[in-house]
């Protein structure tokens, strides 16, 4: 069974894979916020409905707070939980 | 003749149905004032244009079609440039004036105008585009491939520009066509106005005025965090609406409007693509606040609600769903789109907004904001043109670290003292809320 530790790195790497294509043309560097990755609002939460679809899971309004959108780390962590906790 | 009245969603609506028909247009003039530290040497300026003129990949595609050529001036080599002056000693007023953005003069108004205004203390560029060549980041794309080093490389691998070619072009008379009559309409005396207590507006020219409020870094700063616990995603952009629709609100009062229907544009741009001059991929949310609500919560539980409504709106595909809902128009008789419009999106028009809350494409990583010859920009305000009703409208936007409003207003439709308190009061609740 998949670690807490895997599940998080699996949607980090998705998860990255997403913004380069679709958001963002530079390098990643997953410790940058959204904002400094010169992702905007309407970016983050196309970010949210990639994950939501991909990974089958429903990011409720009130888990989208500062701690979980601080950046692509944070975020990977909380959707890795929400599988766990299917 | 008699001309049927339209009720102000409508007009609205209308307007950016054909231009979204023709091709995800919104019909528009949009200007980008930006103050630099320094005075850039004039034939450095120049030399870079021409360059970008040459290279620029959409521009060239334009110019080969020649279509637009009556709105381009020609030199002695037969190139043809967009309007490019170097003003001294004159305000930007004056240059406004000449450049003036209403619907009333969108006919004359050149495509891509540059106007460089130099004076003792401050130098300006005003930038003028319609936005049927470029959509409101086109204006800091301008900036941003007019400094990049690599332009002559770029490659034409967007497919919006070959859109641009198909279906934009090809239809530019019969935009205007369209426009004259719904100028026409618009400057009836039965046309509903949210704030029409100026019935003298009719037989006046329509000018489009502008107050540019910067707020300091430290107030940016502390705002964007703030706002950060109203809602992590959409906190900045829905305080910025319950702000300003909060001042609508007061303006009107005293009248039964009906709830406030606000078209919030979305840009649907790709955000790799760095082509300033495309089809325009925007759309809008029309949010709907019921009056009650504006008058009743706090502008803290406005902005909450705001953000909801903007988070459920796009999770529920509620963007595409309107584009759908303005581009349907094409397969229906015209009366029964407006019947079915007047039924769908109830409500009158709040205001125009425009928040961009994020980077721009003129900051490098670290916030700086330089012009394409690497002058630090001070101040950076987005004028876009505001329809009528409601005849004002808000534009927010961040640059040096430093947040930029824009109050944009109809001439007549306000006096100088409203928008003073306006802006007062908006600085104050900016600086209270939370």
Not at chain 2, 188 to 213: F, G, T, W, Y
Not at chain 2, 309 to 327: C, E, G, P, R
Request: glycine share 4%; with cysteine; proline share 3%.
């Amino acid at each position: 069974m998949m670690e807490l530790k895997d599940k998080a790195a699996e949607v980090s790497a998705a998860l990255r894979e997403f913004i380069l294509k679709e958001l963002c043309n530079r390098s990643i560097d997953v410790n940058k916020s959204f904002d400094e990755l010169g992702i905007d609002s309407m970016g983050i939460l196309r970010i949210i409905l990639f994950l939501e679809k991909r990974f089958k899971v429903n990011i409720t309004d009130n888990l989208l707070t500062i701690e979980h959108l601080k950046d692509i780390n944070s975020l990977s962590n909380l959707v890795a939980s929400l599988i766990e906790n299917k | 003749m008699k001309i049927e009245p339209l009720q102000a969603s409508d007009i609205f609506i209308k307007v950016l149905d054909y231009d979204q028909k023709l091709s995800g247009l919104t019909g528009n003039i949009a200007q980008l004032i930006v103050r630099l530290s320094d005075v850039p040497k004039k034939h450095k300026v120049l030399s870079k244009i021409n360059e970008w003129i040459s290279y620029e990949p959409a521009l060239k595609r334009i110019l080969k079609k020649k279509i637009l050529k009556d709105y381009w001036y020609i030199n002695n080599n037969k190139i043809f440039n967009p309007y490019v002056y170097w003003h001294i000693n004159t305000s930007l007023e004056e240059i406004l004036k000449l450049r003036v953005n209403t619907f009333k003069t969108i006919y004359n108004s050149p495509l891509l105008a540059l106007d460089f205004i130099e004076n003792t203390n401050e130098f300006t560029i005003l930038l003028t585009w319609h936005h049927i060549l470029a959509d409101a980041k086109g204006g800091e794309l301008i900036f941003y491939r007019l400094r990049s080093n690599d332009i002559s490389t770029s490659k034409i691998t967007d497919q919006n520009l070959i859109r641009f070619d198909s279906s934009i072009l090809k239809n530019l008379n019969q935009m205007k066509i369209f426009r004259e009559k719904v100028v026409k309409q618009m400057s009836q005396n039965n046309i509903i106005s949210l704030i029409d207590r100026n019935d003298k507006i009719k037989n006046k020219n329509l000018i489009l005025l502008s107050k540019h409020i910067q707020i300091d870094k430290n107030l940016t700063d502390n705002i964007k965090y703030r706002a950060q616990h109203i809602n992590p995603i959409f906190g900045e952009t829905s305080l910025f609406i319950a702000i300003s629709i909060k001042e609508i609100h007061k303006l009107i009062k005293n009248k039964d409007t009906g709830n406030f229907l606000i078209p919030l544009p979305i840009n649907l741009r790709n955000p790799t693509s760095i082509y300033p001059l495309i089809g325009n991929p925007v759309s809008f949310i029309f949010l709907l606040i019921n009056r009650e609500e504006v008058e009743n919560l706090s502008i803290l539980k406005l902005s909450k609600l705001i953000s909801t409504k903007l988070i459920d709106d796009v999770k529920n595909n509620i963007i595409n769903a309107t584009n759908a809902a303005l581009n349907i128009g094409k397969f229906l008789p015209l009366r029964l789109y407006r019947y079915i419009l007047r039924n769908t999106m109830q409500g009158q028009l709040g205001s125009m907004f425009f928040a961009n809350t994020g980077l721009s494409y003129i900051s490098n990583p670290a916030g700086q904001a330089t012009d394409f010859l690497g002058y630090k920009i001070n101040s950076c305000f987005h004028r876009p043109m505001v329809s009528i009703p409601p005849g004002i409208g808000f534009f927010y936007s961040t640059y040096n670290q430093k947040l930029h409003i824009t109050i944009c207003w109809i001439n007549e439709i306000m006096s100088k003292n409203e928008i003073s308190n306006i802006s007062n009061n908006i600085v104050r609740n900016l600086e209270q809320t939370l």
